[in-house]
T-cell receptor, first 116, second 113 residues
Framework: NAGVMQNPRHLVRRRGQEARLRCSPM?????VYWYRQLPEEGLKFMVY????????ESGMPKERFSAEFPKEGPSILRIQQVVRGDSAAYFC??????????????FGPGTRLTVL | GQQLNQSPQSMFIQEGEDVSMNCTSS?????WLWYKQDPGEGPVLLIA?????ELTSNGRLTAQFGITRKDSFLNISASIPSDVGIYFC?????????????FGKGTKLTVNP
């Protein structure tokens, strides 16, 4: 009965390095979303993906950030050349195909990225 | 962009008291969701609302989707210490193709035993 899985839970990077965050959706879910949360703030939408397709990336910064959800394997959020301002908690959510409940997004435990 | 105004920002209550928090928006939503987040964890879905006027309960929690589709509230009855956490409202816009959730800034609940 695995929920949404994210790894790593904590990630420390130095400025200029790359960060790769992984997300495995719940079994049977084919929609994946990435959100970012700053301390004392709500979650901010970044990107919505289905298998092999980016559906909505309106919340993604135009540079350095990319996301994919390949046919096989987890979804990856990639941040190149990290800067201190990228430090945040990054959450992945997934939702089912069912038309009645597809708006119900279930979240993983998050990856806390710290940029030194 | 769309924003949700969630209030109050924080609440300090005694165990056994009832709690009410709400979210308002200047634009309409076709889905309202309420989440609870514990420190260091991801948000956990509490209640989902799909129709204007809908009133839904989940144990001691009750939430309503406002008639105008621009607001929602969450009530917790007979609070207990494990209710401590941050409660977030989230809404989904009816704009076509947009599946993203817009989140409020949260209500931090403290329950004194």
């Amino acid at each position: 009965n695995a929920g949404v899985m994210q790894n790593p839970r904590h990630l420390v990077r130095r400025r200029g390095q790359e960060a790769r965050l992984r997300c495995s959706p719940m079994k049977g879910h084919s929609h994946v979303y990435w959100y970012r949360q700053l301390p004392e703030e709500g979650l901010k939408f970044m990107v919505y993906l289905q298998k092999e397709n980016i559906i909505d990336e309106s919340g993604m910064p135009k540079e350095r950030f990319s996301a994919e959800f390949p046919k096989e394997g987890p979804s990856i959020l990639r941040i190149q050349q990290v800067v201190r301002g990228d430090s945040a908690a990054y959450f992945c959510a997934s939702s089912p195909l069912d038309r009645r409940t597809y708006n119900e997004q279930f979240f993983g435990p998050g990856t806390r990225l710290t940029v030194l | 962009g769309q924003q949700l105004n969630q209030s109050p920002q924080s609440m300090f209550i005694q165990e056994g008291e009832d709690v009410s928090m709400n979210c308002t928006s200047s634009s309409i939503f076709n889905t309202w969701l309420w989440y609870k987040q514990d420190p260091g964890e991801g948000p956990v879905l509490l209640i989902a609302l799909y129709k204007a006027g809908e009133l839904t309960s989940n144990g001691r929690l009750t939430a309503q989707f406002g008639i105008t589709r621009k607001d929602s509230f969450l009530n917790i009855s007979a609070s207990i210490p494990s209710d401590v956490g941050i409660y977030f409202c989230a809404g989904r816009s009816p704009q076509g193709g947009s599946e993203k959730l817009v989140f409020g800034k949260g209500t931090k609940l403290t329950v004194n035993p």
